[in-house]
């Protein structure tokens, strides 16, 4: 059965700050409309300090203790991810001393990382537990990484995570920023994790950390102009059409993040969505929204034009909940 769920920002960016403790209400909400997906994706510099990979501080660890006890308690599937790694990360690569790609020594401390959370949830069932390695890698070619290099790490880090716990359910995220399918390691025997953002210039216009932001014109969807092709529902078929070819091979695909930024016109989201949750639904392919309260979020998200109800004390976008629920694969359905 796919799993359906939303990214939550507890250990998402160190600053300085302690993770954010467990937010039971937020679980309980997802659990009652029968979501069973919980990605959260981390920060390595909450728990090691200036750049000593191999030295972990593991009391950090018991917030994710919680976070899975309560995902549990649930039966909610927790999806251990890890955002920022030792070398890379996708915003603010710069803020990294090594680099991933090139520098064995935050390679080393990459499959250190996971080494150490193997060993601390092994047992622990697949039904509620799989680790994300890395999120969105990126482009090729970009500060060193080639598809070589990358499916290098990434076999080695699988292979060390397996010797220890065995049965693990992994998951890899696409290259380009998890837009890039990656047949060379179709036969890994993990989940691929895709992406639900494009085209961008609907989803991320005005968003100030993507640069291919300035000077957008609103968006309009469909039809929205790109580089190669015109985006709509066919559009986006076609741009996932990698993606169905190394399923065909067997692999399990899951969306690990989709969304759409607030500054977006609620009438251009709306159908935005409309099609490419109504793709997920004909893929079969779980979904993971980024995020569950925020500008991308479907509580409180802030986006002009759209109509809220109270849930559970909670601002929701209706409509927005509505097609999540409309788009999921229902049990009978899942087995046929």
């Known amino acids: ?76 599937h927790m999806c251990l991810n890890l955002h920022r790694v030792p070398g890379y990360c996708i915003n603010r690569n710069d803020l990294e001393r090594d680099n991933l790609w090139l520098d064995e020594v935050a390679q080393d401390g990459f499959v250190f990382q996971w080494e150490t959370f193997a060993r601390r949830y092994k047992g622990a069932p697949n039904e509620h537990l799989s680790f994300d390695l890395m999120n969105e890698p990126p482009d090729v070619n970009q500060y060193g990484m080639t598809r070589e290099n990358h499916a290098a790490i990434i076999r080695r880090t699988v292979a060390a995570i397996r010797a220890i716990d065995p049965d693990r359910e992994i998951v890899i995220d696409g290259l380009g920023g998890g837009n890039l399918a990656m047949p060379e390691l179709a036969d890994l025997g993990v989940i691929h994790s895709c992406r639900g953002y494009q085209p961008m210039p609907v989803t991320h216009y005005r968003a100030s950390w993507w640069i291919g932001s300035k000077g957008l014109p609103e968006p309009v969807y469909p039809g929205t102009p790109g580089d190669d092709k015109t985006w709509d529902r066919s559009g986006l078929r076609e741009h996932y059409r990698p993606w169905q070819e190394i399923e065909a091979q067997g692999v399990q695909v899951h969306i690990g993040e989709f969304g759409c930024y607030n500054k977006t016109p609620n009438d251009v989201a709306l159908r935005w969505f409309s099609d490419l949750l109504g793709l997920y639904r004909e893929f079969r392919w779980g979904y993971s929204l980024w995020n569950f309260a925020g500008p991308f979020g479907i509580v409180e998200h802030g986006r002009a034009g759209a109509e809220y109800v109270n849930v559970q004390g909670y601002r929701v976008d209706k409509a927005l909940l509505d097609l999540l629920l409309e788009s999921r694969v229902s049990e009978k359905e899942g087995a046929k």
């Open 1 to 76: 059965m796919p799993k359906y769920g939303f990214n939550f920002q507890w250990m998402f960016i160190w600053r300085g700050n302690p993770p954010m403790p467990l937010d039971e209400r937020a679980l309980d909400f997802v659990a009652s409309y029968g979501f069973d997906f919980v990605r959260i994706p981390t920060d390595y510099r909450f728990w090691v300090r200036d750049f000593d990979y191999l030295n972990s501080d593991e009391t950090v660890f018991e917030c994710l203790d919680d976070y899975l006890a309560a995902c549990r308690a649930r039966d909610i």
